[in-house]
C-alpha cells in the first residue's frame, strides 16, 4: 500500500514546494519572498516562522502516521485490536498543544495586526505631512490622485523612495483589495469607507499589485504597479504629469477632433481640452504609462491601436466599448493618445 502512494504522495510535495518558492521567485516583481519593505520582511520572517512549525508537525504527525501503519498493521492470525477510550493525558494533551501553540504563532502575529499597521515602528516617524495619495478602486483599473501635487492617473503610482507615503484606499463601485506583495499587506477596498495604510521602500524599482479580491469578470487585469523613484525623479514625473496635454500636431490633430466627437469625453478627463469625464481613466499623459487597461497590454503604438480598435477583444467585460471606428480613424486617435506623453 505504501509504496502504490509513495510516488504521487512525493510528486505532490515536489510541485508544492516548486509553487511556494519558485526558483526565480527572488526575481518577480511581485513574490512575498522579496520583501522590499520592513513591513514585508516583518510578514514574509512570520510566514517562514509559521510554515516551519508546521513542517515540524506535519513531519512529526506523517512520521507517527508510518510508524503506526507499520508498527500496528494486521497480521494473520492476529485477533481484533483492544480499543481505547478515554485515556486522559492524550486527550489533554493534543488539546493543550495546539492552544499553546495557535497562542505562540497569534503572540507572533500581534505587533504586525495595529490598525494602522505603518504607525507602528516599522516605517520610520511617518511625518504628519507625508505624502498622501488617494487610491480608488474601480471596475478594473485603479484611479489615484494625488491632492497635494494636484496629479491624477491611473494604475502607476509613483512614489518617492525612502518617503512613507499614505494612502487612502477607496471604491468607485465593488470591493477591491490593494496588495503589494513586497511592500506589506493586504488591504480591502470599500466602497462607502476609506482604509488607510503607508507605502515604504528604500528600493527603487517596479512593483507589481494584483487586485486580491475577486471583482469581477476581469478581476484579473486589475494589475497596479508601484514605480519607487527618487525624490527628484519623482518631483519630475509629478510636474511633467502637472501640465496639461500638449496640442497635437499632423495625424493625431485629426484624433484629438475624433476623441472630442466622439463619446470619449463622457467617460474621459484630457486636461487642455472640453473632455471632462469621470467614469474612465484620466488620459491627459495616457502615452507615459507602460502599460493599458491596467495592464492587459504594453502600452505601444500598435497596442493603443488595438485597444481603441476593439477593447471588448482585449479585454471582455470592460466599461470601454467598442466603437467600430474606421481603420483611418482608429490610427489617427490611436497617434493622437500615443503622443500624450
Ligand atoms: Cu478589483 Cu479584483
Redesign the pocket.
Known amino acids: 500500500m505504501l509504496g502504490k502512494h509513495a510516488l504521487p504522495a512525493a510528486l505532490l510535495g515536489a510541485i508544492t514546494l516548486r509553487l511556494l518558492f519558485p526558483p526565480h521567485a527572488r526575481a518577480q516583481p511581485s513574490s512575498p519572498f522579496a520583501p522590499a519593505s520592513p513591513e514585508a520582511s516583518a510578514i514574509a520572517q512570520l510566514f517562514l516562522i509559521t510554515l516551519g512549525i508546521a513542517g515540524v508537525i506535519f513531519l512529526l504527525v506523517q512520521g507517527l502516521l508510518l510508524y503506526m501503519v507499520a508498527r500496528f498493521r494486521a497480521r494473520p492470525g492476529a485477533g481484533a485490536p483492544r480499543p481505547v477510550f478515554g485515556y486522559r493525558p492524550l486527550e489533554i494533551g493534543w488539546t493543550v498543544g495546539p492552544a499553546l501553540l495557535l497562542a505562540g504563532v497569534f503572540g507572533l502575529m500581534l505587533p504586525l495586526m495595529g490598525s494602522d499597521p505603518g504607525a507602528a515602528d516599522r516605517v520610520p516617524s511617518p511625518p504628519a505631512e507625508a505624502l498622501a495619495v488617494t487610491v480608488i478602486?474601480h471596475?478594473?483599473w485603479w484611479e489615484l490622485r494625488y491632492p497635494t501635487l494636484d496629479v491624477v492617473t491611473a494604475n502607476e503610482l509613483h512614489i518617492p523612495v525612502g518617503e512613507p507615503v499614505r494612502v487612502r484606499l477607496e471604491s468607485a463601485d465593488?470591493i477591491?483589495?490593494f496588495w503589494l506583495p513586497r511592500l506589506g499587506g493586504k488591504l480591502d477596498?470599500i466602497p462607502g469607507r476609506t482604509n488607510q495604510l503607508w507605502l515604504y521602500t528604500e528600493a527603487p524599482g517596479v512593483y507589481l499589485g494584483p487586485?486580491?479580491?475577486?471583482?469581477?469578470l476581469q478581476?484579473a487585469w486589475?494589475l497596479l504597479r508601484v514605480i519607487a523613484q527618487p525624490r527628484a525623479d519623482f518631483l519630475a514625473w509629478a510636474a511633467q504629469q502637472r501640465q496639461p496635454a500638449a496640442p497635437p500636431s499632423g495625424a493625431a490633430q485629426r484624433g484629438q477632433q475624433l476623441f472630442l466627437e466622439q463619446t470619449c469625453v463622457n467617460c474621459h478627463t484630457l486636461r487642455g481640452t472640453p473632455a471632462q469625464g469621470t467614469v474612465g481613466p484620466d488620459l491627459t499623459h495616457v502615452g507615459s504609462r507602460q502599460t493599458l487597461g491596467a495592464g492587459v497590454l504594453e502600452n505601444t503604438p500598435a497596442n493603443m491601436y488595438r485597444w481603441l480598435q476593439d477593447p471588448q477583444a482585449v479585454k471582455p467585460g470592460s466599461l470601454m466599448p467598442t466603437f467600430y471606428l474606421s481603420d483611418a480613424d482608429t490610427a489617427a486617435l490611436a497617434a493622437y493618445l500615443a503622443g500624450l506623453k
Open positions: 478602486g471596475q478594473w465593488v477591491h483589495s477596498v487586485c486580491a479580491e475577486f471583482c469581477g478581476h486589475m
